[in-house]
Every structure is written in structure tokens, then in C-alpha cells.
């Protein structure tokens, strides 16, 4: 988990309301996701960052939008059109450049709960 | 496309004895093949990867794995299991290039006292 923050913790939110997640990396990486794990499906990614002020879907996009303004900030706002946002949501960053082997870390993660 | 297949949703052992969890892959390319171990409401830890070079990869905590071309296997093993191996096992793959990782649905590891 190290080099990797993700805040807060632990979120409530209501039906109806946005809420924004934050990670934060200090490893200078380039790359930058967002997955989502729900119980015995494993690992999805929402959004993926390759460079600042670039970002691409993942397999699950829809009711999430990012930004990537900043390399070391991605934050994720989960929006009132996802319909079961219930989650462990985990960030991960990975260095370098296309091609290259190095390995994605991950934060220590959030876990939403809409009440 | 790439994709990983963890077949056991729970694997138990005895601590003490061997411990493997199986992992197949499907890419269209070289496989770039990684194990990470996620603990209760943690992010996931690193173990190890395979890359290129020799087939039997060695991770953190005694860990290691065995990758096999033909069978298209990355089976993760430890000699010994402990009590605090307990927890959730991921394998991953990504295609030479691709920026994106396919994950397994992930392999519960129980180590009975």
C-alpha cells in the first residue's frame, strides 16, 4: 500500500447524492486506475490514466466520471446514475511507459456504502 | 483478448503442508503474469511476477511460482503453509503492450491450525 493514499476510509452516502473519492500517489508514476470488487467477482476496472489530461473507459464506466489534472491525483466521483454502488473501490498506479513490465500497486482502498 | 481463470473458489490446507493456488491465462501475445494476496479490507500486496527468464519465479514470503507455456498455467506455491496465509489470492495477465490488466476471480486460502 505504500505511496498510495486513498480517502476516506470508509463512505456513506445517500440515494441521490455524488461523491467523490480521492487517491493520491507520491511514486511519480505515469499510470493511473480505478477498480471496483464486489464479493466473488474479483477485480473491474472503472477508468484507467495514462499521462495527465488523458483517461479512457474501462469495463465498467458508466455512473462514474475522473479527472486526472495533476499526475499524482485521480480522483473518482461516483455519480447518482450508477444504480448498485455499494463497493470496495481500489486504486492502483503503475510506472513507466507502454511496454514496459512494471507492475501496478494498489491503495489501501474505500469502501462506499449508499444508505 | 486476455483473461484469467482461477478455478477453486476456496482452497484449504493444513498448516505446514504445501500450498498451490491454480491460476490458467489466455493472451494473444507474450503473457506478462503477476500474483497479488488481498487481506480483509486491504488493497491488494504484490507477491511476484513472471516476465521473461526462468519459469519457477520467487516472490515475498516465501512464495513462488511456476510459469508453464504449454499449459498455459501460473500456478502460485509455498513449501509451508502458515496460519497468516489465509486470505484472498489474485493472479493477473496483460499482452506485451497492453496497459490493462485482466484479473481471476480471486482464490479464498484457508490454512487450518
Known amino acids: 500500500d505504500g505511496g498510495i493514499t486513498q480517502s476516506p476510509k470508509y463512505l456513506f452516502r445517500k440515494e441521490g447524492q455524488n461523491v467523490t473519492l480521492s487517491c493520491e500517489q507520491n511514486?511519480?508514476?505515469?499510470?493511473m486506475y480505478w477498480y471496483r470488487q464486489d464479493p466473488g467477482q474479483g477485480l473491474r476496472l472503472i477508468y484507467y490514466s495514462q499521462i495527465v489530461n488523458d483517461f479512457q473507459k474501462g469495463d465498467i464506466a458508466e455512473g462514474y466520471s475522473v479527472s486526472r489534472e495533476k499526475k499524482e491525483s485521480f480522483p473518482l466521483t461516483v455519480t447518482s446514475a450508477q444504480k448498485n454502488p455499494t463497493a470496495f473501490y481500489l486504486c492502483a498506479s503503475r510506472g513507466a511507459k507502454r511496454g514496459r513490465t512494471d507492475t501496478q500497486y494498489f491503495g489501501p482502498g474505500t469502501r462506499l456504502t449508499v444508505l | 483478448a486476455q483473461s484469467v481463470a482461477q478455478p477453486e473458489d476456496q482452497v484449504n490446507v493444513a498448516e505446514g503442508n504445501p500450498l498451490t493456488v491454480k491460476c490458467t491465462y489466455s493472451?494473444?501475445?507474450?503473457?506478462?503474469l503477476f500474483w497479488y494476496v488481498q487481506y480483509p479490507n486491504r488493497g491488494l500486496q504484490f507477491l511476484l511476477k513472471?516476465?521473461?527468464?526462468?519459469?519457477l519465479v520467487k516472490g515475498s514470503y516465501g512464495f513462488e511460482a511456476e510459469f508453464n507455456k504449454s499449459q498455459t498455467s501460473f500456478h502460485l506455491k509455498k513449501p509451508s503453509a502458515l496460519v497468516s496465509d489465509s486470505a484472498l489470492y489474485f493472479c493477473a495477465v496483460r499482452d506485451y503492450g497492453n496497459n490493462r490488466l485482466a484479473f481471476g476471480k480471486g482464490n479464498q486460502v484457508v490454512v487450518i491450525p
Open positions: 493472451v494473444s501475445g507474450n503473457p506478462y
Open positions: 513472471y516476465i521473461t527468464g526462468d519459469n
Open positions: 511514486l511519480n508514476h505515469d499510470a
